[in-house]
């Protein structure tokens, strides 16, 4: 068996031991950290190795790495050690290209140096160094006849000058030289370098991956003639006032022609009318299926159109992704074969217990053409992405194998890194985690049912703080089409604004459901989350600028958030304290602390809530006696706060929240 002295364990950031790759965006600076030790007293020094992959080595097994793995082909950084005594080490790798990295941990014994402490300890004691003098001269004629005949050229004539010396006291200081020291230890031969086992993936996203701000609209719903399709035309028309709101991603629900059989009516009704255009989910119909689109809103150029009006508009489009099929989308009759056939010959339709949805089949992912299946519904992703789509927004993803996602979201990246998914994972946690591993950029969360101030501390601490942060997104909506929170419902107006200030400044990626805005908050009954006359089963013409509507407050937040950086992040949250249990607060900054935001939320929408809060001094930068400006981002007023503790007071009926720019001293 090999003798390793040198230990390199706990090495992070990992997901379940390298299976996994950790999340980041392009001009990240990754920490990665490691224990490194070895046995006896000797010095070591140690780096963090890391290289971008190219797509066709993806796959390819790494790990254990062979120990005589040299650095060629990778790029470095030296770690180093704040506490010696603690042994863990630490570095940041520059991750500038989007696609995949891999990391490893390299550490070899720092001969020379060991040497030298000891040499220099024994020469101010007055011992005798005679003999530890010529073992530091081997050490530099070990080096040196490593070094190439250039770099060791050097080496060798300052080794020539110290065995040319006669007095022993001046050899000694040539020893100790610090020019010799950084020679050596650049040109160390690193003789037991040891290497860790495992080489770590990391994921390089663009930035949209981690911040932006979404808005979810049905297309056909965008129009001004009740009971009528607005076309993509029509819907272009509504483009310049969601990017007057400030919103970065535009979500269109599925644009696909729509199933006649079995299809709903209004309010989810089982049987539905002649004019019921039924729910846009239900994809596919003769007219077509995945790729088409519902003729009632144009055509394939009306959609590229819309692409490219939003895209000048700083609008980018997310589509639905809804692998499922109407009984009338071509594949049923094209592949039956990719459908479970029960012995009367019907299909079952499917469902996301306790929902059922009685107007489509579900995918029988058992199939015995797994590969036709896999490869149609990669060509329906690459349709889109062809046609201008660069988020995708997965339907139900939990009810499909994650090895399935796993493969088919690693094949569109290996072309376009660039392309976001987002996983539509309402269910337990572990499986809403898989998803997230397996590649979803992000997730939909459980945000919409935590409400109180203890629900959204630990919560928060959990995505952002804790071990999922590594790789997995949220993506905080306030409402869906599906979820209308009972907070919502009872709240009214200022549980709208308290709900999408949290969403837009809790999480660097969030969004809205058209008309959030409008405050629209009828459930379909007491005690349901589904809306009342859903536009899942009906077209809808809104007024937008409906009285009541909280317009101000979604374009000055979603301003907030692209003028202050620490709105960009996750990870650099920190709550903080706040008298009142109905209040939260919370800070954060950019992760070299700077750009301070602090944000209060009364989270009562009925009642004045009023108390301390403490922003810890770091965050101001000065002592709790110092003076400093806040300004509130909602309403531009200025204040001027003196030390950790100050007074808030927030009137829901006014502004529940205050979102603060701290001028830092
Ligand atoms: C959700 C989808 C809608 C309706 C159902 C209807 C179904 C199929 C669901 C299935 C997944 C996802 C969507 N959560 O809206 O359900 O609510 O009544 O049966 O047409 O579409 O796709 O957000």
Redesign the pocket.
Known sequence: MEQARIVIEGVTPQVDAGRFAVKAVVGDALEVAADIWRDGHDKLRAEVLYRPVAPDEWQAQVGPVPADAKREGWQWVEMTTAYETNDRWTATIPLDTMGLYRFTVRAWTDTFASWRDGFEKKLRAGQDVSLELREGEALVELTRSHASASSGAALERLLGAIRATAFVDRRCEMMLADELLVMMQKLDPKLDAQLYEFECPVWVDREKARFGAWYEIFVRSQGTVPGRSATFHEAEARLPAIAAMGFDVLYLTPVHPIGRTFR?GKN?SLVCGPDDPG?P??VGNEDGGHTAIHPDLGTIADFDHFVAEARRLGLEIALDF?V?CSPDHPWVKEHPAWFKHRPDGSIQYAE?PPKK????YPIDFETTDREGLYRELLAVARFWIDHGVTILRV??PHTKPSSFWEWFIAEVHRRRPDVIFLA?AFTRPKRLARLAKVGFTQSYSYFTWRNTREELEEYAKELFVGDHSRYLRPNFFAN???ILHEYLQKGGRPAFIVRLILAATLSPTYGIYSGFELCENTPLHEGSEEYRDSE?YEIKVRNWRAPGHILTHVARVNEARREHRALRYASTLRLLESSDPNILAFAKTTPDKRDPVVVVVNLDPKTVHEGTVRVPGDLYGGSDSDWYRITDLLTGISYTWRGERNYVRLDPDVMPAHLFAIEQR
């Open positions: 709903k989810n729910s989910w239900a809804a499922q996301n949805y009685q107007d489509i339907d139900n539509e869906t089409p599906d899942k």
